[in-house]
């Protein structure tokens, strides 16, 4: 009866299980010892990896917060991200992979605590950042903390190695002792050593195709790690204990050198005196065996630029220190920038310290949140006695906390954009008297979160005030007074000139009937004494109708209406024609301006200038007499000039006062009273009076009326 192959083949492998039963027990239960102690071996290498791949991933993220920390630029999250998801993964693959070991799973408990920890603060780093800016993120850093927890993880990973790597030489040496025993009993069956072979052979297959698919993936990411340290913005290297580099990524070659750095030092790049800085601080940190932050001015294509640099240091497999690494930041255009914000912010808060009016703000509780250096002058108080300590109601009289709330809703309202008067309560207890302008302050969500205010000191204003209604009220008085006595004047000058006229009227009369009844009685002296009793007598008339005429002026209203200069004076060169046979030939009239005026009076100053610059010039050779005006802004000017006898300007104050006359009677015929009739009449109007005049040479007499508001 033949046996099937399959059957001789299973009858041997029962005899040699059998056989191995007999003669291998022992390589069967040191095989099984060499399979869990291999198995202990992987487990070991896994934990060594996910150990260092933690500790990589760490400094991964330490490296993106400080960063960000440091230029609030998004862009060093960008690996962020990545590592801090990759760190926590690999943490809970330790703690999962150590449960069996009791020592090496407290260790992972740790180490995953302080990851997670560490992740933690790198998250409030971030969003002290992103509220407060690079000062937060300073003041959170100053506390410590994050280096402790760096150097607490750093700790635990190298105990984690260093149990690893002990543990392992153990079992691989006793792995040793067991192959020799092994190989021994090997000898005495060919058939168990080769099922043994089988089956170490499969295990080891399977072993290695998880070797090999865990070099696959670390290839995988040493390929990413490797893109995103070529493309990263920053200048990333590494250099021996000897200064020489060993990698540097391509924004280093971009910066400094395209090929040829590997295995050369900063000498061969830089100048002396920079080289010898660098070389200090790769000194530096290899003597404190921890990471060190430093600006470095460093040359760029012939440009000194500023950059943030992280160095630390780099360690072999074993813990010991073998060179520096680095990554140096370019920050010119950031230091620029901040430089430039502080000049703008020196300027602004300037400005706003010693701007004239004061300013101040408070939140919605009235509590202070800031004031000028103008305003605390003012209130006597210093910045640290008002900000944060005072409420708006301890300064400002008519604010307390039960009106305050009221007042904050009109605030919100917008009721409050308009300057309102008050009053502030200085230090020393006296009252300042204010302008205030208050408006809203709101978030950038619109939420309202205070006021601030525009101060402006309106003290002597309200000094000014005080004493112009004094002023006021006293001129009133003075005004009422002076009318009074006008009045007075007036009425005596008019009763006077009447009761006068009685006197002189008789005066006249009796030397005429004298004269015609008594004239052969006479002797010529008499005649002549006659002669000047009647003359005195008519210009004493005159005067008293100058006199009335000038009376009726303080008295007379003015009748406004547009005038046609030149017709006017056309009018008046008639008149003086028929009345006092002038030359009309030798006056010369230029193209007047039109004007508002009342007609009847400046007819009578033109009556009264144009005899005055004929009476006056009638004895030149050949008088003279020019007459014109010009538009300005807000007036019209007019003039009469005349090449006449002129006055001496010293006595030009004199022009124009009653019964002022600078030549005598015998001289030039007149009262004194027609230029102060002048006088009056153009400053009824609001206009001016002027002259210009040199003995011998002429004169010109100015006039001016203000325009209209409906005029041109």
């Known amino acids: 009866m033949r046996i099937p192959v399959e059957r001789k083949i299973l009858i041997g492998f029962v005899v040699v299980f059998f056989i191995m039963l007999i003669f291998s027990g022992s390589i069967y239960v040191n095989m099984r010892q060499i399979v869990r102690e291999g198995k202990q071996l992987n487990t070991n290498e896994e934990v060594l990896r996910l150990a260092e791949t933690v500790f990589v991933s760490m400094l991964d993220v330490e490296t993106a917060y400080r960063g960000y920390a440091l230029t609030e630029s998004p862009m060093f999250l960008e690996p962020y991200h990545p590592a801090k998801a990759l760190a926590a993964v690999q943490a809970e693959k330790l703690v999962a992979i150590t449960v069996h070991d009791q020592n090496m799973h407290q260790k992972a408990q740790k180490l995953h605590s302080l990851v997670k920890e560490k992740l933690d603060y790198g998250e409030e780093i971030i969003r002290q950042t992103q509220t407060r800016g690079s000062s937060g993120a300073t003041e959170l850093s100053r506390t410590g903390r994050g280096k402790r927890l760096m150097d607490d993880l750093r700790s635990v990973v190298t105990e984690i190695k260093g149990n690893s790597q002990q543990f392992m030489d153990e079992v691989n040496e006793e792995r040793i002792q067991r192959a020799d025993r092994t ?45 995103i340290v070529d493309n990263a913005p920053s200048a990333i290297f590494f250099k021996d204990m000897e200064g020489r580099y060993q990698y540097v990524n391509k924004t280093f070659q971009a910066f400094w050198r395209s090929q040829g750095v590997l295995g050369i030092t900063d000498e061969t790049l830089f100048s002396p005196e920079i080289a010898q800085q660098l070389r200090k601080d790769d000194l530096q940190v290899l003597e404190k065996k921890a990471p060190v932050e430093l600006e470095e001015d460093i040359p760029v294509n012939g440009e000194l630029k500023n950059f943030f640099t992280v160095k630390f240091p780099t360690y072999d497999l074993y813990g010991n220190i073998h060179g520096v690494g680095g990554i140096a930041t370019d920050i010119t255009e950031l230091k620029r920038t901040q430089q430039e914000q502080l000049r703008i912010s020196d300027i602004l808060a300037d400005l706003y310290n010693h701007a004239p009016c004061g300013y101040h703000s408070y939140d919605e509780t009235g509590l202070f949140t800031s004031v000028n250096q103008t305003e605390l002058s003012w209130l006597g108080y210093t910045y640290d006695e008002v900000v944060d300590r005072m409420k708006i109601w301890d300064i400002s009289l008519g604010k307390n906390e039960e009106n305050f709330e009221a007042y904050i809703v009109k605030i919100k309202q917008g009721n409050h954009n308009v300057p309102v008067e008050g009053v502030l309560r200085r230090k020393d207890g006296s009252q300042l008297a204010v302008l205030i302008n208050s408006r809203a302050l709101t978030d950038q969500n619109g939420k309202f979160i205070g006021v601030r205010s525009t101060v402006v000191d309106i003290t002597e204003r309200k000094q000014l005030d005080e004493q112009l209604t004094i002023l006021y009220k006293d001129l009133q008085q003075k005004n009422i007074q002076l009318q009074n006595s006008n009045q007075e004047l007036e009425a005596f000058s008019y009763s006077v000139s009447h009761d006068l006229r009685s006197p002189l009227r008789a005066i006249h009369g009796f030397a005429s009937i004298l004269e015609e009844d008594y004239r052969d009685k006479l002797d010529q002296e008499g005649i002549r004494l006659l002669h000047e009793v009647m003359e005195s007598a008519r210009l004493m008339g005159h005067l008293i109708d100058d006199l009335l005429a000038f009376s009726r002026l303080g008295r007379q209203e003015i009748r406004e209406s547009e005038i046609d200069m030149n017709e006017l004076i056309g009018k008046c060169l008639i008149e003086l024609e028929k009345t006092q046979q002038i030359d009309t030939r030798t006056i010369r009239i230029l193209p007047l301006p039109e004007v508002h005026g009342d007609y009847a009076l400046l007819r009578q100053v033109w009556i009264n200038l144009i005899s005055n610059a004929v009476k006056y010039s009638r004895n030149a050779e050949k008088p003279q007499i020019e007459i014109g005006g010009s538009q300005e802004a807000d007036r019209v000017v007019y003039y009469i000039r005349d090449n006449g006898v002129g006055f001496d300007m010293k006595y030009v104050g004199k022009l124009f006062g009653v019964f002022q006359r600078l030549h005598s009677s015998e001289e030039f015929e007149g009262t004194g009273v027609g230029l102060a009739i002048v006088k009056r009449i153009i400053s009824k109007h609001g206009g001016e009076v002027w002259a210009e005049g040199e003995v011998k040479n002429g004169s010109v007499f100015y006039f001016s009326l203000p325009v209209r508001q409906n005029e041109y």
């Open 183 to 227: 190989v021994d009993l090997f000898m005495a069956v060919i058939a168990g050593v080769v099922i043994i072979f089988v089956m170490v052979y499969t295990i080891l297959k399977r072993d290695l195709t998880g070797r090999q698919e865990a070099e696959r993936q670390l290839k995988v990411n040493k390929q990413m790690l490797q893109s």
